[in-house]
T-cell receptor, first 117, second 117 residues
Framework: AQSVAQPEDQVNVAEGNPLTVKCTYS??????LFWYVQYPNRGLQFLLK??????LVKGSYGFEAEFNKSQTSFHLKKPSALVSDSALYFC???????????????FGSGTQLTVLP | GAVVSQHPSWVICKSGTSVKIECRSL??????MFWYRQFPKQSLMLMAT?????????EQGVEKDKFLINHASLTLSTLTVTSAHPEDSSFYIC?????????????FGPGTRLTVT
């Protein structure tokens, strides 16, 4: 089975400060990892993904995430937060089984990021 | 590219009536689409996987007779909530798959807010 944990329901950070949104995962095979952002009453917008290669992945709007296999983590980061970054962030994982077929996308519970002016 | 639309964006209906939600992949063909349900401040829960030309696969606990899914073409899937009740009020999000079963991306629609009075 695959699972994703976002341990923080809420993260508050001052504008201009660095932000981190935490995510840990559990899979039986190799993970595909994703971050999505959701604004109120909107669908999910793709931020970035890790499939293979460099552990540091750069995505949209200045966000990046670091894949850490030993800690099974994929934390989302941004060097300098903006008020407009305030939104709900979801981490997601898809387990690529040994047969090569991809399983379903599993989402974390979400983290509400609030950037204070 | 890879845009997914949903219609309507919001709908209010009376208890006992049926509501149809459309999901379209605008610039790509999607053999597989996914339907999710999201309650306020909660994560996305997969309801069913819709495959073009065949029956949908429903997740455990989802009533297939209540949530009718039709994937009649490579660009259109519909979700019909039959005999809607207030507890069906939710945010419904569709997602379309681009790529084959072993390695694919999911693109999300903007969501449909259903309110049953």
């Amino acid at each position: 089975a695959q699972s994703v944990a976002q341990p923080e329901d809420q993260v508050n950070v001052a504008e201009g400060n660095p932000l981190t949104v935490k995510c840990t995962y559990s899979v039986s095979g190799n993970p595909y990892l994703f971050w999505y952002v959701q604004y109120p009453n909107r669908g999910l917008q793709f931020l970035l993904k890790y499939i293979t290669g460099d552990n540091l992945v750069k995505g949209s709007y200045g966000f990046e995430a670091e894949f850490n296999k030993s800690q099974t983590s994929f934390h989302l980061k941004k060097p300098s937060a903006l008020v407009s970054d305030s939104a709900l962030y979801f981490c997601a994982v898809r387990d690529i089984g040994t047969s090569g077929s991809a399983r379903q996308l599993t989402f974390g519970s979400g983290t509400q990021l609030t950037v204070l002016p | 590219g890879a845009v997914v639309s949903q219609h309507p964006s919001w709908v209010i209906c009376k208890s006992g009536t049926s509501v149809k939600i459309e999901c379209r992949s605008l610039d790509f063909q999607a053999t597989t689409m996914f339907w999710y349900r999201q309650f306020p401040k909660q994560s996305l829960m997969l309801m069913a996987t819709s495959n073009e030309g065949s029956k949908a696969t429903y997740e455990q606990g989802v009533e297939k007779d209540k949530f009718l899914i039709n994937h009649a073409s490579l660009t259109l899937s519909t979700l019909t909530v039959t005999s809607a009740h207030p507890e069906d009020s939710s945010f419904y999000i569709c997602s379309a798959r681009l790529g084959d079963a072993s390695r694919y991306e999911q693109y999300f629609g903007p969501g449909t807010r259903l309110t049953v009075t």
